[in-house]
């Protein structure tokens, strides 16, 4: 049995690297590959750090999706949740719920791929507050064939994450939070692969998160400083087969900063910056290459292999097979290409949210991820309307380079919040 139709692995491929592109098919010699291992014509240059359930790193809401992806540090909404659960102390409301819906990959004429979120906190009291999430990931429906392409059943794959979050204020300005979740994902259940079939994989992750409020006056107008740091998804490696070979999850570091400012009493404005670093190994090159970039070859003309990418010889690369905690550390010094390639690998976002009378907001960002480490760059436009305690956002994503596909190229995507009450006073804890 296999997985026929071109729409499995064009869902695949954006699930597993969120992008589109023909991959740098420019002329040779015009590349210049920064890192080592990497050929002279700029074949080999891309080294994108690959992980499951990629699903889990997707901005799941159009507020904060209109900022090109920011929303570490940003004032608190229930989409916090997936950002910084820490930062839902600072929240303003007592109560709040949202949910948007995501359509995946319209540009690409599929209508039944999207992504769903539900979320919601609550405060407790003064100091303590909780919060929950719920992402869907559905890839639509995929027809089975066997190998001759008679039709076999229809399967609709999906995944789906389930988070519950308890945040703790430190103080006036500090607070620190920690995300306990649940990972499903059910990519090709019955499919065979490498000849062992496929099955749903489970995982279990957490997320430690701290922020910093600090509210400020300038020039006799109130503004707002924050900060936020958060390690996310850390968790156990997954399968799909009863393999020992299993993959990392997108472990992530994220750093977050946001200043906003009451002009008067009608205009403020938010400017937010995040930076982001995945928390997994760097492949490994499977072959060998010389100082100038060109592929070694052994007498015979094959290519000679890298003894450090499997040096047991197990049939698994051996940066796949580290512990988590290992695996995190050495994160931050295994790229082949030294630090250029590790700093390389950061992820820049930067948004700016302007409100008129706490009621109309407008939204634009950008994303920046180096051009051999996914290459996702884009800006971000967006709306909001805030009506007592419903709220809605939109946003949209505008592609930046000519010929680089992403999932949600021209595709418009909303929010519903709904807010209840005001956050408990200090005054008032018991």
Request: glycine content about 8%.
């Amino acid at each position: 049995m296999k997985i026929s139709i071109l729409k499995i692995n064009i869902i695949l491929i954006s699930a597993f690297t969120l992008i589109f592109s023909d991959t740098f098919a420019q002329n040779s010699n015009t590349i210049d590959c920064p890192f080592s291992g990497a050929s002279a014509d700029g074949s080999d240059c891309n080294n994108t750090i690959i992980t499951a359930v990629p699903f889990l790193r997707i901005v799941p809401d159009a507020r904060f999706g209109a900022m090109g992806d920011v929303g570490i540090a940003m004032p608190s909404d229930p989409n916090t949740m997936h950002f910084n659960a820490s930062n839902l102390s600072f929240a303003p409301k007592d109560f709040s719920v949202s949910a948007t819906f995501t359509p995946w990959l319209r540009a690409l004429g599929l209508n039944d791929v999207f992504l769903a979120y539900l979320s919601g906190y609550k405060h407790i009291d003064y100091s303590q507050t909780i919060g929950v999430g719920l992402r869907f990931f559905s890839l639509g429906q995929i027809q089975y064939t066997d190998d001759q392409g008679n039709p076999l059943q229809t399967v609709r794959p999906n995944e789906f994450e389930l988070a519950f979050a308890y945040s703790r204020k430190l103080g006036k300005v500090f607070s620190a939070g920690l995300t306990a979740k649940y990972i499903f994902s059910n990519l090709g259940t019955g499919a065979v692969s490498g000849g062992q079939t496929m099955l749903p994989a489970h995982g279990f992750a957490a997320d430690l998160s701290f922020s910093c409020y600090k509210p400020l006056k300038i020039a006799d107008k109130d503004a707002i400083f924050s900060a936020g740091l958060v390690f996310s998804n850390l968790g156990t490696k997954i399968s799909y087969t009863q393999s020992a070979n299993r993959d990392y999850i997108p472990a992530n570091l994220g750093l977050g900063f946001a200043f906003e400012y009451n002009f008067d009493k009608h205009n403020s404005i938010v400017v937010g910056l995040d930076i982001n670093k995945l928390l997994v190994p760097t492949p490994i090159r499977r072959n060998l290459y010389d100082d100038n970039g060109e592929l070694i070859l052994d007498v015979n003309g094959d290519p000679v292999p890298n003894p450090d990418y499997d040096a047991d010889a197990n049939g698994i690369a051996d940066y796949k097979e580290q512990s988590v905690p290992a695996s995190i550390f050495s994160s931050f010094g295994d790229a082949p290409g030294g630090a250029g390639e590790e700093f390389s690998e950061l992820m820049w976002s930067v948004g700016i949210e302007y409100w008129y009378n706490k009621q109309f907001a407008v939204r634009f960002g950008h994303y920046n991820e180096h051009k051999f480490k996914g290459n996702r760059k884009f800006f971000t436009v967006g709306l909001g309307i805030k009506y007592k305690i419903f709220n809605i956002n939109f946003s949209y994503l505008i592609p930046s380079q000519a010929g680089q596909r992403n999932p949600l190229d021209n595709t418009l995507r909303f929010s519903l919040v709904f807010d209840f009450g005001k956050a408990p006073d200090k005054k008032k804890k018991k």
